[in-house]
């Protein structure tokens, strides 16, 4: 029979990703602790950290939890530290969706990773990848990357079960990740942009329940109006430097 390891279990707290993770990984492991957390949660669980200091813990998976793992924390894991993300190896980072749709990448997908100190850079042991399609807005495309780390993370852990560590792929990563404030500012339209790249940043960045794009006027930043469409009229926006507004919201944490 062979050895049934043990892990710690990250998990989002989404019951229509979380539960059928947490049901495979209990399957599987010798689950010595496990948590759920919001998107906007950033603090690593101090139970986590103490049970891998004192618990000679073979596993922590990373499934879809937003907070960053200390060094100190994953370093003390005995096996693999393995990190499962909603974007392919060419977007690490936030945006991911909204800029393969921008750049007309053909497929998409999810990547799992060792961890490491420097955010999503660490050596890939899993890839899932499936086509882009003609009507994807960077919300569909991020919610069939959810669906898709499920899967990897279904195959990653019966790959930690079977052989005890995960094998690498032999891809890597395009780019260093993208961060919060390099998608912020790349949220926003400019006077410069031709038609064409005001229309597929429009595509890229229409999402109903996050803000975006944004355009500037005298060193203030506002919201496109909802109403705008500059994808059937590209012409649209060069009213909306000479309007006035006072708005800057911003995105969730992935998307």
């Not at 049970?51 to 937003?66: E, K, R």
């Not at 991020?142 to 995960?166: K, M, N, W």
């Not at 060193?219 to 000479?242: A, C, F, H, T, Y």
Request: charged fraction near 25%.
């Amino acid at each position: 029979m062979p050895k049934r390891y043990n892990c710690v279990l990250l998990m989002t707290d989404r019951p229509d990703l979380a539960d059928a993770a947490e049901a495979f990984a209990r399957e599987r492991f010798d689950v010595r602790y496990a948590s759920r957390h919001s998107r906007n949660e950033r603090e690593f669980p101090q139970e986590a950290a103490s049970t891998i200091a004192h618990g000679n813990v073979d596993f922590l998976l990373n499934y879809l939890a937003p907070m960053y793992v200390p060094k100190v924390v994953f370093q003390e894991v005995q096996r693999e530290a393995i990190n499962f993300h909603p974007a392919p190896p060419a977007w690490p980072g936030i945006g991911s969706a909204s800029y393969a749709l921008y750049r007309g990448d053909p497929t998409f997908g999810a990547t799992a990773h060792r961890m490491t100190a420097k955010i999503d850079g660490g050596e890939i042991v899993g890839v899932a990848q499936f086509p882009v399609c003609s009507e994807d807005t960077c919300e569909t495309l991020f919610s069939r990357a959810l669906r898709a780390t499920l899967d990897l993370f279904f195959e990653v852990c019966q790959e930690l079960t079977l052989d005890g560590h995960a094998v690498p792929t032999g891809d890597h990563w395009e780019r260093a990740a993208v961060t919060r404030a390099e998608f912020e500012r790349w949220m926003t339209l400019t006077p410069t942009d031709s038609p064409d790249q005001i229309v597929r940043k429009m595509r890229a960045l229409k999402n109903p329940r996050f803000p975006g794009p944004f355009f500037e006027i005298n060193g203030v930043r506002m919201q496109v109006p909802k109403g705008l469409d500059p994808i059937k009229n590209p012409g649209s926006l060069s009213s909306l430097w000479e309007s006035n507004g006072n708005n800057e919201p911003t995105r969730g944490p992935d998307e």
